[in-house]
């Protein structure tokens, strides 16, 4: 598994190494407004598609591309969502 994150509107970007993750979770931050988004979660592959086969160096999809690829991943390869209550949300006069 792989998170990456951006609060500067710019894609993931990814370096040439030799074991890649089975998944990406790729999540984009909007600092001034408190909010955020899950933009990619799949299989790292179809994220890497995107990008030469080999290179050196660090190499990054625009966000364009990574909305592409999300596109193409099927809903069951993707992470289901766990929603949980908060902690300060529960009914703490229940446990008594």
Same mark, same amino acid.
């Given at each position: 598994? !792989?998170? $990456?994150?951006? #609060?500067? *509107?710019? #894609?993931?970007?990814?370096?040439?190494?030799?074991?890649r993750?089975?998944h990406?979770?790729?999540l984009?931050?909007?600092?001034? *407004?408190?909010? #955020?988004? @899950? /933009?990619? *979660? #799949?299989?790292?592959? @179809?994220?890497? &598609?995107?990008?030469? $086969?080999?290179?050196?160096g660090?190499?990054?999809?625009?966000?364009? !591309? @990574?909305? !592409?690829?999300d596109?193409? /991943?099927? &809903?069951?390869?993707?992470? !289901?969502?766990? /929603?949980?209550k908060p902690v300060?949300?529960k &009914? @703490?006069? +229940? +446990?008594?």
């Open positions: 598994m !792989q998170v $990456k994150a951006t #609060g500067t *509107n710019r #894609g993931p970007a990814f370096r040439m190494v030799d074991i993750a089975e990406l979770l790729f984009e931050f909007d600092l001034e *407004n408190l909010a #955020g988004q @899950i /933009v990619y *979660n #799949g299989p790292e592959a @179809i994220a890497l &598609d995107y990008l030469p $086969k080999q290179w050196t660090q190499r990054s999809l625009t966000r364009s !591309q @990574i909305r !592409q690829a596109l193409l /991943v099927p &809903d069951s390869a993707r992470l !289901q969502p766990v /929603v949980r300060w949300d &009914d @703490i006069s +229940a +446990a008594e």
